[in-house]
């Protein structure tokens, strides 16, 4: 089980050739014997690197390994079992778009409004820092969370104000560069920076942004014109026609 494993990881980390680092665990509704545990990253490497993906994977094994030793020998009760395993090493980005515009984190914070938007999102911004683990949490109505190695600090990334944004939009221009004719981007790998990516990861978004792109080239086809010249207002309207929130 999970249990307290962040203090176990904390004191014993390095007696099993783990670094300092830190995540997350939770119970699996239902079945309350067993916990997820996601505790730890492979830093270093670079996912768009077939030999730093291969490196990747076998450090995170080995992880795993060390982590069942490190439990095993500190946990207390019944030895833990390992009961599955995720296939292959959860990688948060590689490769992105050079876009014609790139959505920012204010963006993202402050709820900007866009005229061409095609998805809506309200995940906050979620950044795992690339080296010393753990990860930091910025919410559109000011609150930041920031979660380390040495445990968990709560505060605000600005003042509390009258009103805050409840979403945020991102923008069709995010998924194609002018410069690479008939050339769509969806999902992970649109333009953002750090900070937005950090929000727009989400499968929610992805959904989103990868319909927009499938009705912005049948649109495309349909006249005739590149993908950086579809008319963003039949676009939304075409989305919204399917079902899309369109705001």
Not at 141 to 156: A, K, L, N, T
Request: net charge negative; aromatic share 8%.
């Amino acid at each position: 089980g999970g249990g307290n494993f962040g203090e176990l990881y904390r004191r014993y980390a390095q007696d099993f050739g783990l670094v300092r680092d830190s995540g997350w665990d939770c119970h699996i509704p239902g079945l309350p014997d067993i916990s997820m545990v996601a505790q730890t990253h492979v830093f270093g490497i670079n996912a768009a690197s077939a030999s730093d993906l291969t490196r990747g994977e076998i450090e995170g094994r080995r992880q795993i390994r060390s982590l069942m030793d490190m439990l095993r020998k500190h946990g207390g009760g019944e030895p833990p079992v390992l009961v599955q395993l995720a296939s292959a090493l959860g990688v948060r980005e590689s490769r992105t778009l050079s876009g014609a515009y790139c959505l920012t984190e204010g963006d993202v914070l402050n709820g900007v409004r866009f005229a061409d938007s095609v998805a809506n999102g309200s995940y906050r911004v979620d950044v795992h820092p690339p080296e010393g683990g753990g990860f930091v949490f910025k919410y559109l109505d000011g609150r930041m969370v920031s979660i380390h190695h040495d445990g968990c600090q709560i505060g605000r990334w600005r003042e509390p104000t009258c009103e805050n944004p409840t979403f945020y939009q991102v923008p069709y221009r995010c998924l194609f560069h002018p410069s690479v004719r008939n050339l769509l981007f969806a999902g992970r790998c649109i333009c953002a920076d750090a900070g937005a990516f950090g929000a727009i990861r989400v499968m929610v978004n992805c959904n989103q942004t990868g319909e927009a792109a499938g009705v912005a080239a049948a649109i495309a086809a349909r006249y005739g014109v590149d993908v950086a010249d579809v008319d963003t207002d039949a676009l939304r309207k075409e989305l919204a026609d399917g079902g899309s929130i369109i705001v």
